[in-house]
């Protein structure tokens, strides 16, 4: 068992409702929600529940060095973790609700590039709702915005409210190919054109 995938299934038998899983995202789900990055130009990409850096990695080997890259999640020994790991990267230990105080603390005007882990269907109406205006009120009017859920859960009652909140808050919401090479299998919403809270 790698550092990692034992520093998560720490932190989900501590926190199991923050961190939702006993696992780390996979490669191929993290080139999934990596897609909407830009491959040239100095994006600014922002990263909600990082937790060990499974979508940390990806993100960063396309960036290049290139634009901002924010991780932010309310476990600190994830973001000291994933600080440690990557020295490039700006990891703040915050609530992703605090979005609009980050980025003007940074002086970044918008995020191009929203991408996500944060356990959607663990959380109740009003945090999902919360967390979506606080990011549709940063991200680029041509930004996207990616995240997952879990085959297994997709019809479950939270999950089934994400997906309408996602309608709401979107001009365009595409789902993705089953990625199988997750444990569990999982499915990508590709969001874009955000409509303001």
């Known amino acids: 068992m790698s ?19 006993v696992t ?14 830009p491959a040239s130009g100095q994006p600014t990409v922002i990263e909600l529940g990082p937790g060990t850096g499974a979508f940390t990695r990806q993100i960063q080997t396309t960036l290049g060095g290139r634009g901002h890259h924010l991780a932010v999640d309310v476990n600190a020994r994830f973001t000291a973790l994933i600080g440690e790991r990557f020295p ?76 309408a909140a996602l309608n709401e808050r979107f001009e365009e919401v595409v789902l993705g190919r089953t990625v199988w090479a997750n ?4 499915l990508v919403y590709h969001c874009r054109r955000p409509r303001r809270p």
């Open 24 to 37: 780390p995202s996979s490669q191929a789900l993290s080139r999934q929600v990596s897609l909407p990055i």
């Open 88 to 163: 490039g990267l700006d990891a703040v230990t915050a609530d992703a609700r605090e979005l609009p105080r980050l980025l003007r603390e940074r002086r970044l005007p918008h995020a191009d590039v929203i991408v996500s882990g944060l356990p959607w269907a663990a959380f109740d109406a009003g945090t999902q709702r919360d967390i979506l205006d606080a990011l549709t009120a940063v991200l680029h009017p041509d930004g996207g915005f990616t995240t997952f859920a879990y085959v297994h859960a997709r019809w479950s009652g939270p999950a089934r409210r994400f997906r």
């Open 183 to 186: 444990v569990p299998p999982a």
């Open 3 to 21: 550092s990692s995938t034992l520093s998560f299934a720490c932190e989900f038998l501590r926190e199991p409702r923050s961190v939702a899983s």
